[in-house]
């Protein structure tokens, strides 16, 4: 009998069945919420929170960038007049890597300290939840990757998000990034959910428009992920649907004019309603994929699903099409009168269309063909063992929609321009110009099937 027939019905019936049974269980899973503060100042009226809570001693979790930005002021002036004592660990960069954890584990140790305050983006949130569940454990956080590895909760973590992308102030999971196998590790525990969040938009109108652009469409694929996946129930539709029409709405605002406030607390509630949503139905193909090229080629995680959202969707509308077609009505680029099938492609040519309006390319220029058939493997591990999935990708299905994200080589790129009149300018400052027009012209998404598809093929 061929081996690969055996793989290919594993893959097909065996997994998604047993996917199904775990489904009924993550159903019945409990998952603590935090206590949400939002709007203006939440992160002072945070600090002073604390001071009820009788802590020995804090470690505040954050990056340079922000300690450099003054960002923390509010905070730690509020933290001094409540009598909390705190020090501040700024040593966590991008995907959180191992050694930064370690250092944080150190300095949480060394400090004696008995709580955790994470103040950045999902990198330093994921940081934090991460230090304090190895430091209690006396693990090194390989040995905690997983579900519920761990055999003690971790200190009371409390979270200031500072970027609207990752959720992370709400779910049950820590991304660590392991450069050495060039692999990311997902530590997935309900106890790492932060006591205390809050929701500042006052510290994200700094955000440059290209951060600003790829956390909200991350924060956009988790709510389309989970509203698709086959874990999906009453509560998390709600809470994606209305992720999705506000990031729809507000996320062009926010990346045409940085200081937005409504614009920005609007997106910092959407981004923690995705997170609420698919911290119980989960992820799929996207992330699945994204964490590799994360691992491997350092790509901004929102980055990475903002590129794959309209292809993977592609792939797996035939699965999901009512759902895509809800989700087309909902965000008024469907309407009623169209099929499900034309509502559910203008749903994923709307998807395409935010992320030209953004500046985010469709290809992906660090992507190599030679390490396709890896990344490729390792995304279907992830997805096909973890993640409920509309519609299964096999290695060849995978492979092929990597190599959709292939940049075209400087040669063909250099004959195009000579065959053709100028293209409009691409990049950041394009970007700024069509969302700067489009937010003038009020103008929605593109509904026209076809122009995305060309655009992003
Ligand atoms: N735990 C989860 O549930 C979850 C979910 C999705 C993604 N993630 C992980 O989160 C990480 C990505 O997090 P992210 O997208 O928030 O990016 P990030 O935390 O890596 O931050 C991106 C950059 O933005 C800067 N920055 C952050 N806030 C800023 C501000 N207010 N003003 C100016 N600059 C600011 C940071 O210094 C950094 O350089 C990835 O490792 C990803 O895998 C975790
Ligand atoms: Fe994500």
Redesign the pocket.
């Given at each position: 009998m061929d081996v690969s027939l055996i793989s290919d019905m594993l893959r097909s019936v065996a997994l998604p069945g047993l996917k199904r049974a775990a489904g009924l269980v993550t159903r019945m899973l409990p998952i603590p919420q935090p206590m949400l503060l939002v709007g203006p100042g939440a992160s002072a009226r945070l600090g002073q929170a604390l001071g009820a809570f009788g802590h020995r001693r804090v470690l505040v979790v954050t990056?340079?960038?922000?300690t450099r930005?003054g960002?923390l002021a509010g905070l730690t002036d509020a933290l001094t007049a409540a009598g909390v004592e705190f020090r501040v660990f700024d040593g966590?960069t991008?995907?959180?890597p191992l050694a930064v954890v370690q250092a944080g584990i150190a300095v949480y140790e060394a400090e004696d300290c008995d709580a955790l305050l994470a103040f950045?983006?999902?990198?330093?949130?994921?940081a934090a939840?991460a230090i304090g569940l190895c430091s209690v454990n006396e693990k090194h956080p390989r040995q905690l990757a997983g579900y519920f590895r761990a055999r003690h909760a971790p200190p009371p973590i409390y979270a200031v998000?500072?970027?609207a992308?990752?959720?992370?102030e709400v779910?049950?999971?820590?991304?660590i990034?392991d450069p050495e196998r060039q692999r990311?590790l997902v530590i997935a525990d309900t106890r790492i959910v932060p006591r205390m969040a809050a929701l500042d938009p006052c510290?994200?109108t700094?955000?440059?428009p290209d951060?600003t652009a790829?956390?909200g469409m991350?924060a956009l694929t988790?709510a389309v992920e989970a509203y698709i996946g086959q874990w999906h129930t009453a509560a998390t539709d709600q809470l994606a649907l209305a992720a999705v029409a506000t990031i729809f709405k507000q996320l062009p605002r926010a990346f045409a004019d940085g200081s937005d406030l409504a614009a920005r607390e609007a997106l910092a509630l959407a981004s923690t309603y995705a997170?609420m949503a698919?911290?119980r139905a989960d992820v799929g193909n996207v992330?699945a994929i994204a964490?590799q090229l994360?691992a491997r080629y350092h790509t901004?995680?929102?980055l990475a699903n903002a590129i794959l959202l309209a292809p993977v969707l592609r792939y797996s509308a035939s699965a999901c099409e009512p759902r895509l077609a809800r989700l087309a009505l909902h965000v008024g680029v469907a309407t009623d009168d169209m099929g499900e099938v034309e509502q559910a492609e203008a749903f994923i040519d709307a998807v395409a269309a935010m992320n030209r309006m953004l500046g985010i390319p469709a290809t992906l220029e660090a992507l190599r063909e030679a390490d396709i058939p890896e990344l490729a493997a390792a995304a279907c591990h992830e997805a096909n063992f973890n993640y409920p999935v509309p519609r299964v990708m096999s290695q060849a299905q995978c492979e092929a929609l990597l190599r959709q994200l292939l940049a075209e080589p400087a040669a063909a790129r250099s004959r195009k321009k000579v065959a053709k009149p100028a293209a409009p300018p691409a990049g950041r400052a394009a970007a700024k110009t069509r969302a700067g027009t489009a937010a003038k012209a009020g103008a929605k998404p593109a509904r026209k099937r076809g122009a995305a598809r060309a655009a992003s093929a």
């Open positions: 990056d340079a960038t922000i930005l960002l966590v991008p995907d959180a950045g983006g999902g990198s330093v949130m994921d939840k998000p500072t970027t992308g990752t959720g992370s779910t049950v999971v820590a991304v990034g990311k510290l994200m700094g955000l440059p951060i790829a956390t991350d988790h997170g698919f911290t992330h964490h994360g901004p995680h929102g």
